[in-house]
């Protein structure tokens, strides 16, 4: 499948999105994002005036050491009870389909900078007065969106399943191995984020990590699309549970509205809702391709 999308619908905001939203508020990038008819969620807390909020920093202090003291003990705990069922699947990828047990792949996550941001007060000479650094290489002004990290999952597909480049999943997708289905709709194959979350680049409850193949054409698509990046990215979410997988423009949009919805009221006790019905959808099997 391409990474391009069809045309958006005209923006009423700035072409990037993302200074706009932050200028003022997220309000009209919600709204925006929300145009098209959303699932209701009555069960999220809202906290009230909360459009303030435009990434991790904007929580509540207690918020932010509640939230990584819960993913720490929760993910860890986890890790210990499931770990004979994370070994019983590793030992059957290995026995069903060529290639590694886990697979890894560069996401984006947290993002707390902004294009062009400046931090250095004053650029000093250097000693000798000679300029070591090669012209216009200067990495802080190269923006990647967000601090990349490497994610782990068990290996759902054959192991040749991009040797034509990076693809979005769809349904019925024939990379898909007959382990790799089931893995996918009960949630087994992203078990091993639980050590993503141990380690501080993903929390339980957050936006989906996106990979940086494709994040350059979503936010170009989606004004907006680069705020759900102000919070460390989830291994699941609202906009998981909702909206499940996304693989066009339309679905990515309404994962924006839902995200930013989190954003806004993204407390411990929302983070405890949505743990439990993700347990649901778990054993559902739905929003799994």
Same mark, same amino acid.
């Given at each position: 499948?391409?990474?391009?999308?069809?045309?958006?619908?005209?923006?009423?905001?700035?072409?990037s999105?993302?200074?706009?939203?932050?200028? !003022?508020?997220?309000g009209?990038?919600?709204?925006?994002?929300?145009?098209e008819?959303l699932?209701p969620v009555?069960?999220?807390? =809202?906290?009230?005036? =909360?459009?303030s909020? &435009?990434?991790?920093?904007? #929580?509540?202090?207690v918020?932010?050491?509640?939230?990584?003291?819960?993913?720490?003990?929760?993910?860890?705990?986890?890790?210990i009870? #499931?770990?004979?069922?994370? *070994? *019983?699947t590793?030992?059957?990828?290995k026995?069903?389909?060529?290639?590694? /047990?886990?697979?890894? =792949?560069?996401?984006?996550?947290?993002?707390?900078?902004?294009?062009?941001?400046?931090?250095?007060?004053?650029? #000093?000479p250097?000693?000798?007065?000679?300029? $070591?650094?090669?012209?216009?290489?200067?990495r802080? +002004?190269?923006?990647?969106?967000?601090?990349?990290?490497?994610?782990?999952?068990?290996?759902s597909? %054959?192991?040749?399943?991009?040797?034509?480049?990076? !693809?979005?999943?769809?349904?019925?997708d024939? $990379?898909?191995?007959?382990?790799?289905?089931?893995? $996918?709709?009960?949630?087994?194959?992203?078990?091993?984020?639980?050590?993503?979350? &141990?380690?501080?680049?993903m929390?339980?409850? @957050?936006?989906?990590p996106? %990979?940086?193949?494709f994040?350059?054409n979503?936010?170009d698509?989606?004004?907006?699309y680069l705020d759900? *990046?102000?919070? +460390?990215? @989830?291994?699941?979410?609202?906009? !998981? &549970?909702v909206? @499940?997988?996304?693989?066009?423009?339309?679905?990515f %949009? $309404?994962?924006v509205?839902?995200?930013?919805m989190?954003l806004?009221?993204?407390?411990?006790?929302n983070?405890?809702?949505?743990?439990?019905?993700?347990?649901?959808? /778990?054993?559902?099997g739905?929003?799994?391709?």
């Amino acid at each position: 499948m391409s990474t391009e999308f069809p045309p958006a619908p005209p923006v009423p905001l700035a072409s990037s999105g993302l200074d706009a939203a932050r200028s !003022q508020t997220l309000g009209d990038v919600y709204d925006y994002a929300a145009d098209e008819h959303l699932a209701p969620v009555p069960w999220l807390t =809202q906290l009230g005036d =909360q459009e303030s909020r &435009i990434n991790l920093h904007s #929580l509540e202090p207690v918020t932010r050491v509640m939230k990584r003291a819960a993913d720490v003990a929760i993910a860890t705990t986890m890790l210990i009870l #499931l770990s004979p069922v994370m *070994l *019983l699947t590793a030992i059957l990828v290995k026995l069903t389909s060529p290639g590694p /047990v886990i697979f890894h =792949q560069t996401r984006v996550g947290l993002n707390l900078r902004r294009p062009g941001a400046e931090r250095r007060v004053e650029v #000093l000479p250097p000693p000798d007065g000679e300029e $070591r650094r090669v012209p216009d290489s200067d990495r802080r +002004k190269e923006f990647t969106y967000g601090r990349h990290f490497t994610l782990y999952k068990f290996r759902s597909m %054959r192991n040749d399943a991009e040797k034509n480049g990076a !693809q979005f999943a769809v349904k019925g997708d024939a $990379r898909v191995t007959p382990l790799g289905r089931f893995m $996918r709709k009960t949630r087994l194959d992203e078990l091993p984020q639980l050590w993503n979350v &141990i380690c501080g680049d993903m929390s339980l409850v @957050g936006p989906r990590p996106e %990979r940086p193949e494709f994040i350059k054409n979503l936010s170009d698509e989606i004004p907006g699309y680069l705020d759900r *990046l102000g919070l +460390k990215p @989830g291994l699941t979410g609202g906009a !998981q &549970i909702v909206n @499940g997988y996304d693989n066009n423009i339309e679905s990515f %949009r $309404r994962k924006v509205a839902f995200d930013l919805m989190y954003l806004r009221n993204c407390c411990l006790w929302n983070d405890m809702k949505i743990l439990f019905r993700t347990i649901r959808v /778990v054993l559902s099997g739905s929003g799994a391709l």
